[in-house]
DNA sequence: TATACTAGTTTCCATATTGGAAACAAAAGG
DNA sequence: CCTTTTGTTTCCAATATGGAAACTAGTATA
């Protein structure tokens, strides 16, 4: 029986926000994660570099019709470590 | 219908083990619940405190058998406290 | 080209959290 | 008394968190 590996990493509030949502939509614009989250943008800019830094988050950069537009992602690492985070979680809260 | 209400007191790893923990058992002694979360004593006492001054925990003391120990068990309050933050991690992590 | 705007990033600073060791307190036993 | 047991509180250092402001890069506009 495999019951998950609790990351601390994920399991901060925002943080785990941020890989919920992801991990349901498979991408999101930042400026639209950012009204999901009701952060600044600067919080939410170092949130995701803590992810990004652990190889948990891609972050894409795209000009689309005159706009820079920034895509983020879960990578498979960090859709791994979120669910098996999920996994840790279930485990102990039943 | 209802998300529950995320908990930001109960959901720091230690103390969402804590009221985990004495969901399921009810009741436990300071030392178990120490060797259980595998954290020294001052730091155990320290999380207790914070759930107790938020009415969400029960300290009892009682000498027995010359021995001193201290009884932890969610309050009323705590326990639906704690019962609200996992439909809320529910709804998060689906 | 100069200026302004948009979209994030990084810096700065203040506050909060977390953790263990050590000092302390209270109760019980010898 | 002195010691042991059982937590509590103090002390101190390390980390985390958050927003505003400064900064950067790309784009648009005059």
Redesign the interface.
């Known amino acids: 029986m495999n019951y998950g590996s609790?990351d601390?990493l994920i399991?901060a509030?925002n943080r785990?926000?941020i890989c919920?949502i992801l991990e349901?939509v498979d991408e999101m614009e930042f400026a639209l994660l950012k009204d999901k989250l009701a952060v600044s943008k600067s919080v939410l800019s170092k949130q995701l570099k803590l992810l990004a830094d652990a190889n948990y988050l891609e972050i894409n950069k795209a000009t689309q019709n005159g706009r820079q537009r920034t895509w983020l992602s879960l990578t498979e690492e960090g859709t791994e470590a979120y669910k098996e985070h999920?996994k840790a979680?279930?485990s102990?809260?039943?």
Request: glycine residues 8%; proline residues 7%.
């Open positions: 609790f601390e399991h509030p785990l926000m919920a349901l999920v979680l279930k102990i809260v039943g």
